[in-house]
T-cell receptor
Framework: DADVTQTPRNRITKTGKRIMLECSQT?????MYWYRQDPGLGLQLIYY???????NKGEISDGYSVSRQAQAKFSLSLESAIPNQTALYFC??????????????FGPGTRLTVL | QQPVQSPQAVILREGEDAVINCSSS?????VHWYRQKHGEAPVFLMI?????EQKGHEKISASFNEKKQQSSLYLTASQLSYSGTYFC?????????????????FGQGTTLQVKP
């Protein structure tokens, strides 16, 4: 089984709809992240969480909200989806340590299309 | 704040070498390198924590110049499987330099295409 899973993998929705993207991990990492990827713009950080009670805004948090339900679960919500939120969304986990253990692992991604 | 990668795109023949650069305007704690195939998740290649450190993975290695806030990824004797988009992710030093910020900010990516 994959260490970091995302649901759904693909989603098509309409402008104005509320949508939630979910992320679960079995790696036991405290830190979880949501990124958005648009062609030519790399990976942009939306929100990140260092533990259940610690949630922080990233570079492009406007229009998004998150919930850290448990150490293993981190959800991203779009309260009222708009077309320019069409993108590929990645969840990631990380457990900083020495150079041998400080690795950020990405989920498989959710392709979201807002019509 | 986003690191700048160069070049934006590279086309190689099998067996040729390539260098991808990553520059930051901020003091860095670490640099992470990833490779992403089209439509897939980024895959971790290596991390560099110390200034001047050079690490290797098969025919892919990297260096980190802490003073210049730059990192370079070296791909030697390229193979078809090296094709993809390469990203550097930087974790910068905060104002209180006891640790890192804990978040990776990624460059815009360098697309590498290896042809037979």
């Amino acid at each position: 089984d994959a260490d970091v899973t995302q649901t759904p993998r693909n989603r098509i929705t309409k402008t104005g709809k509320r949508i939630m993207l979910e992320c679960s991990q079995t790696k036991g990492h405290d830190r979880m992240y949501w990124y958005r990827q648009d062609p030519g713009l790399g990976l942009q950080l939306i929100y990140y969480s260092f533990d259940v009670k610690d949630i922080n805004k990233g570079e492009i948090s406007d229009g998004y909200s998150v919930s850290r339900q448990a150490q293993a679960k981190f959800s991203l919500s779009l309260e009222s989806a708009i077309p320019n939120q069409t993108a590929l969304y990645f969840c990631a986990t990380r457990q900083p340590g020495t150079s041998r253990t400080d690795t950020q692992y990405f989920g498989p991604g959710t392709r979201l299309t807002v019509l | 704040q986003q690191p700048v990668q160069s070049p934006q795109a590279v086309i190689l023949r099998e067996g040729e070498d390539a260098v991808i650069n990553c520059s930051s305007s901020k003091a860095l704690y670490s640099v992470h390198w990833y490779r992403q195939k089209h439509g897939e998740a980024p895959v971790f290649l290596m991390i560099l924590l110390k200034g001047g450190e050079q690490k290797g993975h098969e025919k892919i290695s990297a260096s980190f110049n802490e003073k210049k806030q730059q990192s370079s990824l070296y791909l030697t004797a390229s193979q078809l499987s090296y094709s993809g988009t390469y990203f550097c992710g930087t974790d910068r030093l905060p104002a209180i330099r006891s640790s890192n910020t804990g978040k990776l900010i990624f460059g815009q990516g360098t697309t590498l295409q290896v042809k037979p």
